[in-house]
């Protein structure tokens, strides 16, 4: 079956650094990808997506990255900030309109 | 701003006792979604509504139901909440068509506790 899941489940950072939070999937039939960003007591909100044709995609100080080959993807954010602290689930379209969320990556980052 | 909205922001319910949660939307959006999400875990998919159609997930629980009575509104009803049923009830939408698939758009959460 589908599964999403995140090698770590918190992360710590200093403010300025670069943090990568990473997913694997497992189903290599998904074609589509999102990274949301929850922050405590908020709904998940939209950072970036990216379709299976790529292997890339930038957006504002946000990078993801799709591995194909070995199923995994990776969230980079640039000169983290202290907003950025939340929880992170990379999700994965599994059906038509089926989001299967990964577990969950906590992000603090340190001033 | 077009936006996904859910009432109330905290539901507190007795055990047993039936309780709906509400969701609208003004994104005109035709596709709708109801997920359930339990303290330090992952949104879990309930059902979604495409148009009028209901789709629901294999293990949501039959306690759980869903109305669509137009586009904009969804309502989660839940008829005889348990203890292991308190948590946080988002509501999703996005479209559908064209170019996509596309993300889907959170509202802010109903958290539900049972007593």
């Known amino acids: 079956g589908e599964s999403v899941g995140l090698h770590l489940p918190t992360l710590s950072v200093q403010e300025g650094d670069n943090s990568i939070i990473n997913c694997a999937y497992s189903?290599?039939?998904?074609?589509?990808f999102i990274w949301y960003k929850q922050e405590s007591g908020k709904g998940p909100q939209f950072i970036i997506d990216?379709?299976?044709?790529?292997d890339k995609r930038q957006g504002q100080r946000v990078t993801v990255l799709l591995n194909k080959t070995v199923k995994h993807l990776s969230l980079q954010i640039a000169a983290t900030q202290p907003g950025d602290s939340a929880v992170y689930f990379c999700?994965?379209?599994?059906?038509?309109?089926?989001?299967?969320f990964g577990t969950g990556t906590r992000l603090t980052v340190i001033p | 701003d077009a936006m996904v909205i859910q009432n109330p922001r905290y539901q507190v319910t007795q055990f047993g006792k039936p309780v709906t949660l509400s969701c609208s939307q003004t994104?005109?959006?035709?596709?709708m979604y109801w997920y359930q999400q339990k303290s330090s875990q992952a949104p879990k998919l309930l059902f979604h509504?495409?148009?009028?159609?209901?789709?629901n997930e294999a293990d949501t629980p039959d306690n759980f139901q869903s109305r669509r009575p137009n586009t904009s509104f969804c309502f989660l009803d839940i008829r005889s909440p348990g203890l292991g049923d308190a948590a946080m009830y988002l509501c999703?939408?996005?479209?559908?068509?064209?170019?996509?698939?596309?993300?889907?758009?959170f509202g802010p959460g109903t958290r539900l506790t049972v007593t």
């Open positions: 994104l005109n959006h035709n596709v």
């Open positions: 999700a994965e379209l599994t059906g038509a309109n089926n989001l299967f």
């Open positions: 189903n290599s039939a998904s074609d589509y």
């Open positions: 990216i379709r299976s044709n790529m």
């Open positions: 999703a939408t996005s479209r559908e068509g064209g170019q996509g698939p596309y993300e889907q758009y």
């Open positions: 509504y495409y148009d009028k159609d209901f789709n």
